[in-house]
């Protein structure tokens, strides 16, 4: 079995953040000092600055620091009984059926190991909730990569730091109490390096995180945003189950060279509330098979993609699987590994979806939307829509400064929906240019195996709607409204 591999931790001449050879004394006797104070270790790994934080260390891994969350969290009765009800393996031939797998591992056999990869920014305490409420415990380990700048290279407070509410909330065994937490920061100085290209060069770190925790080749890893997650009952199938793209028959099939590794969900989207569930899907998060992932696969006789950020970092190239597992310039059997941007960004995969379906592996019910095999909480703010909402849409991802004045229906039809569902606006009486977004059944509608666990408690339905309602009657306040 492959063992983790030890990293090379170095600052190159020239490289982001080298200092000079007449500070370089200074700079350690600072970073003693730094790490005495806070327990805070500074890695430099290619391009990428990253802050180790840890609170209980655990058995160094080739002389890397864990930390491992302090235990003071405890899951409510009621969301445990819920845990104990899908996690019994007695279940587990039935669960693989479910998805269209057969059963591979008993019930003496370890289920395979999960681990968790996020970037985060600010996010609100309950997008950490309601996803750790999903699959507590279920989780090796989870990482979390914090940058300075948003994605425009706009500077910005760390917020996930020692002392801070959200941070000692997740430190706190929030993922569960055999979850080790892993929080890191990234921090390049490139005023070239803006836009989404940064966000790809960013993610990409995530895995290497991955590699100090002992991730190993039949482990599963899984690229997703803090407001993505998996159902439980899904991934407790493939812990057990026999994946095409997890078991092929030999090195040369299609999945198992990892031409086309893999797998992303149908998605359900809930629109700042639990009862604002659209009719439009979503197909992330993603997930895939150790074998396949960078500086966890082996890499040998595999071609190295050039990527768009130094040939080294961000996007692949085309002509390197970019665009699809027939997008490749050479003729080869083993394809190359998958960087934790080539998650989101890279074309290869299958999507899985649940339950009932028709020929072409569709959903048959339109009027639900996407069955809950994984859940996205789109736009889950709280406080001010100002510091919050509007702060992304003007800074992240496709910014735009107008997004921070107009009346929110006007900033996508994503928030025009949110106001819609909130005011009980029907799609015949929507105001807006843009295509018009439907809203699927709500939670009583469709039942609890359809829908996130958190939301199984009524009472965080209702106070959610009522929060929702607050916050955008004093952004009309301010912005006005088109209703």
């Known amino acids: 079995m492959k063992t983790a591999k030890k990293q090379e931790h170095s600052l190159e001449s ?37 802050i180790t934080l840890f609170d209980e260390p655990l058995n160094a891994t080739n002389g890397s620091q864990i930390m491992a969350p302090r235990k003071t969290f405890q899951a409510d009765p009621f969301f445990k009984e819920i845990y104990e009800e899908i996690d019994d393996r007695a279940q587990d031939k039935e669960r693989c059926e479910k998805y269209g797998f057969t059963l591979e591992r008993t019930q003496d056999q370890p289920r395979r190991r999960v681990f968790l990869a996020s970037l985060i920014a600010s996010e609100s305490k309950q997008l950490f909730q309601i996803h750790a409420g999903e699959n507590y415990n ?63 060069v960013q993610r990409g770190s995530l895995t290497e995180s991955w590699e100090r925790l002992g991730m190993q080749p039949d482990d599963i890893g899984i690229i997703s945003d803090i407001d993505e997650v998996f159902s439980r009952d899904f991934l407790r199938a493939l812990q057990v189950c026999n994946v ?4 092929p028959s030999n090195d040369s099939d299609v999945l198992y060279s990892c031409q086309k590794p893999k797998i992303f969900p149908s998605t359900a989207v809930y629109e700042g509330f639990p009862d604002c569930r659209r009719k439009e899907g979503w197909y992330h998060p993603d997930l895939m098979i150790g074998h396949c992932i960078q500086g966890i696969g082996d890499p040998t006789d595999r071609v190295a993609p050039v990527r768009t950020y130094k040939r080294l970092e961000g996007r692949r190239r085309r002509g390197f699987g970019r665009m699809g597992p027939k997008d490749f310039n050479y003729d080869m059997t083993r394809y190359p590994l998958w960087g934790a941007q080539d998650f989101r960004d890279t074309v290869g995969s299958r999507k899985q979806y649940q339950f009932s379906k028709d020929k072409k592996n569709r959903p048959t019910d339109p009027t639900m939307g996407p069955l809950g095999i994984a859940y996205h909480f789109h736009n889950w703010f709280d406080g001010s829509l100002k510091t919050t909402l509007r702060q992304k849409y003007v800074s992240y991802g496709h910014a735009n400064k107008r997004f921070g004045t107009v009346p929110l229906s006007n900033i996508s039809k994503a928030t025009d929906l949110t106001v819609r569902c909130v005011k009980n606006i029907s799609v015949a009486d929507a105001k807006v240019d843009q295509t018009v977004m439907q809203v699927a059944l709500k939670f009583d509608e469709i039942g609890n195996e359809f829908n996130p666990i958190f939301f199984r408690n009524a009472t965080y339905r209702e106070e959610r709607r009522k929060e929702v309602a607050r916050m955008i009657a004093e952004d009309e306040a301010i912005y006005g409204s088109l209703y």
């Open 138 to 200: 279920l989780y090796h380990s989870v990482s979390f990569v914090e940058s300075n700048t948003t994605f425009i290279g706009t500077p910005r407070t760390i917020e996930m730091t020692r002392g801070d509410e959200k941070y000692d909330m997740v430190m706190s065994g929030l993922f569960g109490n055999e979850t080790i937490v892993d929080i890191n920061y990234w921090n390049v100085e490139d005023p070239k390096l803006k836009f989404m290209e940064r966000e790809y």
């Open 244 to 247: 095409p793209e997890f078991n």
């Open 14 to 50: 020239g490289s982001p953040g080298a200092p000079t050879r007449n500070g370089t004394k200074r700079l350690i006797v600072l970073a003693v000092i730094l790490f005495w104070l806070t327990g805070t270790f500074q890695n430099y790994v290619g391009i990428s600055s990253i």
